[in-house]
């Protein structure tokens, strides 16, 4: 059971970046996937999250604050994978981003907490130049 994420690189301000979190060994059944980010010396935040349940078309997307209106998060239960798509990103959006997935699937809720996370990718860098 991982998580994969991968799609990170240099982009300039304004521009586009998609990021992908390619899940292996379970299925998008009912499922949590959140994306965080750190930048040198702060801590990890969460970013944008989306969960979605066999048993229901409904399902949930979260986004921070600093990020609404400019990334989209996505899935695609074919391809056990989530997006997030970056569209006019700022230096500021400069860090690691990790995809991860709770331990306990609640009802489709999206923890707040990194610590409430127990399942997370290896990162992907993002580098935005102004």
């Known amino acids: 059971v991982q998580l994969q994420a991968s799609g990170g690189g240099l982009v300039q301000a304004g521009g586009a970046l998609r990021l992908s979190c390619a899940a292996s060994g379970f299925t998008f059944d009912d499922y949590v996937i959140a994306w965080f980010r750190q930048a040198p010396g702060k801590e990890r935040e969460g970013v944008s999250c989306i969960s979605g349940s066999i048993s229901s078309s409904r399902g949930r997307l979260y986004y921070a604050d600093s990020v609404k209106g400019r990334f989209t998060i996505s899935s695609d239960s074919a391809k056990n994978t989530v997006y997030l798509q970056m569209n006019n990103p700022k230096p500021e959006d400069t860090a690691i981003y990790y995809c991860?997935?709770?331990?306990?699937?609640?009802?489709?809720?999206?923890?707040?907490?990194?610590?409430?996370?127990?399942?997370w990718g290896q990162g992907t860098q993002v580098t935005v130049s102004s």
């Open positions: 991860a997935a709770p331990g306990l699937y609640v009802d489709g809720v999206c923890p707040s907490g990194a610590h409430e996370y127990e399942l």
